[in-house]
């Protein structure tokens, strides 16, 4: 039995429980990163003056491990419909996996329902694009230019391919923010995006868009995580520079 | 229902995610799992229905690039009409894939490094400051140790420079890349997981 992973996966989750109702009531802390700023307030401009909101959520199916970042983006996906439900141009998903699309499309009727606006949900609005990673990136390309898009995020998995995705949002004047687990398509973005999030920012963004205490109790276990992390590789440095190890 | 289906996912994930650290979960994990590929099949002609009637409603509201919507309705109705006759592993239909995808896909791959060859030379006016610097001036570096330069390679830059790049810096930074995206997927599951998360709940 694999005690050291059922602990923390046990603690992880009792303190997203516990945390929130500890908290409630009093505002997160959260440290500014200028790339979620930048897109948070490009998506209040254009809910405004009714330009329209593009969320990509990558193309890797939920049942790999990549799929953890397309979870992410669901969770983005929620506030935005929420806040964007009464925009003349309501926000448009893609994804490029099909299980994905369909809870692009459940995501975003429940983020319309919640705020009472349910009649407003269109279904076309969360869509497939594409069945590989370039097919569904040469698929997004054009909505760019042809739906009156000024914001887009990729928040997901993305490789190279992301690249092209920028030089169309460049092309079209879009704001683009990417943000993926590929190393390789960070670095993309980092060279072309207009704002890029490097490794798990890309799991702060739902809590940068909402009010709630849950996804800052999200951050704040991943941020204790982290530490863990780095105690047992600087533990693991020190006893083997002993010889323990 | 819609507390049903919620009892049902948060049961469901945390069986799966048991059978990753208990045995006597693993059987029953597997059942789930394959449960969840046979869904993930049913999901992706869901997902060509949503495709078909995203492209139709183009074309029905006569939207901008609405005569590209109805080549890719054309060509996946003949795609699925000969995959049917043919079958899918027939000789034709690996041709008509190796014909159209594959150069298709190729060209895009090619189009990529031009996109990317403009963007890093955007990168300074977008972003003027040190880290883009280092990042620009690295990939510099690597570029000329692994290119053949006119007078042979710079010996110093290929057997020294790159290969303390690739292996320190680039697999360490790699790696504390991967560890922080790998407990933002722990996180992010386990809010899926206790239903603070809910992508399934809209319908």
């Given amino acids: ?245 | 229902m819609r507390v049903l289906a919620i009892v049902l996912a948060v049961l469901s994930g945390f069986v799966v995610l048991a059978g990753y650290f208990v045995p006597t979960f693993t059987e029953i994990q597997i059942v789930l799992l394959n449960w969840a590929i046979i869904l993930a099949g049913a999901a992706t002609i869901v997902g060509v229905f949503n495709l078909i009637l995203v492209h139709a409603d183009r074309i029905h509201k006569r939207e901008k690039g609405g005569t590209y919507s109805g080549i890719l309705l054309i060509a996946l109705f003949a795609a699925f009409l000969l995959g049917l006759v043919l079958g899918p592993g027939h000789a034709d239909m690996r041709r008509l894939v190796n014909a159209v995808v594959v150069p298709a896909e190729t060209s895009l791959m090619a189009l990529l490094a031009v996109s990317l060859i403009y963007g890093s030379v955007r990168l300074l006016a977008r972003r003027p400051d040190l880290m883009s610097v280092v990042f620009l001036a690295t990939a510099v570096l690597m570029l000329l140790a692994s290119a053949t330069l006119p007078f042979g390679q710079a010996s110093a830059l290929n057997d020294f420079i790159r290969p303390w790049i690739q292996h320190v810096l680039a697999l360490g930074g790699a790696r504390g890349l991967l560890i922080g995206v790998a407990l933002g997927t722990l996180v992010t599951g386990l809010r899926v997981l206790v239903g603070a998360d809910r992508p399934y709940e809209g319908a």
Wanted: charged content about 15%; hydrophobic content about 50%.
């Fill in chain 1, 1 to 245: 039995m694999d005690w050291l992973g059922l602990v923390l996966a046990g603690l992880s989750a009792v303190l997203l429980v516990v945390l929130p109702r500890i908290r409630r009531g009093s505002a997160a802390k959260l440290r500014t990163i200028p790339g979620l700023t930048r897109l948070y307030r490009a998506f209040g401009l254009s809910v405004e003056d009714g330009s329209r909101l593009l969320l990509a959520l990558g193309g890797p199916s939920l049942l790999t491990r990549n799929g953890g970042s397309a979870l992410a983006g669901l969770a983005l996906l929620r506030e935005v419909s929420q806040k964007a439900s009464v925009s003349d141009r309501p926000p448009v998903a893609v994804a490029g996996d099909s299980a994905l699309a369909l809870l692009a499309q459940d995501t975003l009727h429940a983020g319309y329902r919640e705020v009472g606006a349910a009649e407003y949900y269109q279904p076309v609005t969360g869509r497939l694009v594409g069945l590989t990673a370039f097919s569904s990136t040469a698929a997004t390309m054009p909505i760019l230019d042809d739906e009156q898009v000024s914001v887009a995020a990729l928040i997901g998995h993305f490789g190279v391919e992301a690249g092209l995705l920028s030089e169309a949002a460049e092309r079209s004047n879009v704001l683009l923010t990417g943000a993926t687990g590929d190393p390789a398509g960070q670095a993309v973005l980092y060279a072309t995006a207009s704002e890029a999030l490097i490794g798990e920012e890309l799991f702060a963004a739902p809590a940068y868009f909402s009010g709630r205490p849950i996804p800052a109790a999200g951050l704040a276990v991943q941020d204790a995580l982290r530490w863990l992390v780095i105690i047992g590789l600087l533990s693991a440095v020190v006893l083997r520079v002993l010889g323990i190890l």
